[in-house]
């Protein structure tokens, strides 16, 4: 069965940090693009993050560039969201999603959104 499961989560104050993982069950995460996903109340789903399969090219949003990193451990099958200089505006329910794509155009993946797992999501909330 294919599983990806967030954790990390939670309450944290503007300017803090938090690091979001993502354990993947049924898949090898370094044959699939991976990517951060988020949604805020009353907003659209965002593409915050995203990597390619082979690792070597990663996109960002705007809204969270030079603040957010995603990295892979392969041999944990894992997946993360290192979240830095947090602000109000990042809080959403953040979902893990993998893709099987050789694409490595990830910031048209990122912006589509067409992945096919999906985590259940973890909320982050950002507020003094």
């Known amino acids: 069965q294919v599983q990806l499961v967030e954790s990390g989560g939670g309450l944290v104050q503007p300017g803090g940090s938090l690091r979001l993982s993502c354990a993947a069950s049924?898949?090898?995460?370094?044959?699939?693009?991976i990517g951060w996903f988020r949604q805020a109340p009353g907003k659209e789903r965002e593409g915050v993050s995203c990597i390619s399969s082979n690792g070597r090219t990663t996109y960002s949003s705007a809204s969270v560039k030079g603040r957010f990193t995603i990295s892979r451990d392969s041999a944990k099958n894992t997946m993360y969201l290192q979240m830095n200089s947090l602000k109000p505006e990042d809080t959403a329910v953040y979902y893990c999603?993998?893709?099987?794509?050789?694409?490595?155009?990830?910031?048209?993946?990122?912006?589509?959104?067409?992945?096919?797992?999906w985590g259940q999501g973890t909320l982050v909330t950002v507020s003094s």
């Open positions: 999603a993998a893709l099987a794509t050789v694409d490595t155009t990830v910031q048209a993946l990122c912006g589509r959104g067409s992945f096919e797992v």
């Open positions: 049924g898949v090898t995460l370094d044959l699939y693009a």
